[in-house]
């Protein structure tokens, strides 16, 4: 707000003449405490009509004073006021007292309590969470030996089938290898089929060869070693395993050990065995 | 004793007085009595009226003094406002048709205002007289309509037969004017 603007108003002079309403006057005491401005003009009109009235100063009839000496309590306002308001001040307050502490006292042991009881229910929650990460850990673990049982259950499945389906080919024939003096205990069926050319190897047992070897198989047809395929013997044990070669014609089969890949001609000095196909 | 000096020490005044101290509430009376009856004086205009009505002034200011705020005003100061207010309202009860009435008393304000300031003259206040009699007149009539009378500055307005611009602004002209006088 303009101070300046507000002094130069005449409200002050108003005021201090009393011829203001209630609310100016209001106005005029907040204003002049705030603004130091306001509050110094209105101490020098105050002033001014304060000498003013000084200045019509009248003496009183002596009487007057008299009377109000006799009329005044003069030294007792402390007492009495003092006894009054100490009464008033003790029996007033201390009910509201009483109850207000009371009632926070109890507001405080039902938070301490609930704060205690969120504290165990946290804790509670924690110590679940942990179980059910470790059940689902191992649960974890049991799903994957599961599923690695499975797989190989299923690999198992498809050769199996695999082997169904060679064995029930038409004309099948089987035939039994026996090791010579280089592997006295190997012992091997051949499966093969002339009308479908496929050829499989069932071994029962061979010696282990180096990692750089593997067992080469022979079809021989007019005395020609011809290459019907190079399987494992360790690694596959017992089961059957189709070669992938075409074979129609075979008078016997023989077994070489050969370098991994195979020869397209067989090394004489590793036969294993030898055994003719039978009509 | 000097106001002007005791003005210095007027918390200890106010203290004292809260405490009904005999001897400060004569103090005060003395320093005082005389103005407050001159101001109830004048607007009242009889003698045994303003000397009941002061009796009862010293009796409110006695009784309210807890209630006096020093950050709102001066002690004196409030003290004429209590007189002033006691004593117009006063009137206006008294009178069944105050207004027009008081119109009748405001002329003769100066006559009651000549006889009490030169018959009875404060020594103190002999310089002062010099002062206001430097007033500019229709200032001074505005300020005893006002102050004395009672008058609002509606009623000073249709009293003078002025605009009401007029006498806001002569109001304030006449306390600028008092202010400057009296520095």
Not at chain 1, 196 to 212: E, I, R, W
Not at chain 2, 151 to 179: M, S
């Amino acid at each position: 707000m303009n101070v300046t603007e507000y002094i130069a108003s005449g409200i002050l002079e108003s005021y201090v003449m009393g011829a203001v309403s209630d609310q100016e006057r209001r106005e005029v005491e907040c204003l002049s405490s705030v603004y130091p401005e306001i509050g110094h003009e209105l101490n020098q009109l105050s002033e001014a009509i304060e000498h003013y009235a000084m200045f019509h100063s009248v003496e009183p009839p002596a009487s007057t004073k008299d009377k109000l000496l006799q009329q005044l309590n003069f030294g007792q306002h402390e007492e009495v006021d003092d006894d009054e308001q100490t009464n008033d001040t003790i029996v007033r307050p201390m009910p509201v007292d009483m109850s207000s502490s009371h009632s926070h006292r109890t507001t405080w042991i039902v938070a301490a309590c609930m704060g205690l009881a969120m504290l165990l229910f946290s804790f509670f929650l924690l110590s679940k969470l942990r179980t059910n990460q470790n059940a689902l850990v191992s649960v974890r673990t049991r799903n994957d030996s599961l599923k690695t049982v499975a797989s190989k259950l299923k690999a198992d499945q498809v050769e199996s089938a695999q082997v169904v389906a060679l064995l029930s080919q038409p004309a099948l024939k089987r035939i039994e290898l026996k090791g010579n003096e280089k592997a006295p205990k190997g012992n091997l069926f051949i499966f093969w089929s002339a009308a479908t050319k496929q050829v499989a190897v069932n071994v029962k047992s061979l010696p282990a060869l180096p990692t750089d070897k593997q067992y080469q198989l022979w079809a021989l047809v007019d005395g020609k070693p011809i290459d019907a395929g190079v399987f494992d013997a360790d690694s596959t044990g017992s089961t059957t395993q189709p070669l992938n070669r075409s074979i129609a014609r075979a008078d016997a089969f023989a077994v070489t050990v050969e370098k991994r890949g195979g020869n397209p001609s067989p090394t004489m000095s590793t036969l294993l065995a030898v055994s003719p196909v039978k009509a | 004793m000097k106001r002007q000096s005791s003005l210095v020490s007027e918390s200890v005044l106010i203290e004292k007085l809260i405490q009904r101290d005999q001897q400060a509430f004569q103090w005060l009376y003395d320093q005082y009595s005389p103005a407050l009856y001159g101001v109830v004086l004048r607007i009242v205009r009889d003698d045994d009226q303003a000397a009941d009505l002061l009796q009862d002034i010293f009796i409110k200011i006695w009784k309210n003094l807890d209630a006096y705020d020093a950050t709102k005003g001066r002690l004196f100061t409030w003290m004429l406002n209590v007189a002033r207010n006691t004593a117009i309202d006063s009137i206006r009860a008294r009178k069944t048709q105050p207004f027009a009435e008081i119109r009748t008393d405001a002329e003769t304000v100066h006559i009651v205002d000549q006889e009490h300031s030169t018959e009875q003259p404060k020594p103190e206040h002999i310089g002062l007289k010099d002062v206001v009699n430097q007033l500019r007149p229709e200032r001074k009539e505005l300020i005893d309509l006002v102050y004395f009378g009672g008058y609002t500055h509606e009623e000073a307005a249709e009293k003078l037969n002025l605009p009401l611009g007029t006498v806001k602004t002569r109001v304030r002209a006449a306390l600028q004017e008092l202010k400057q006088l009296f520095r």
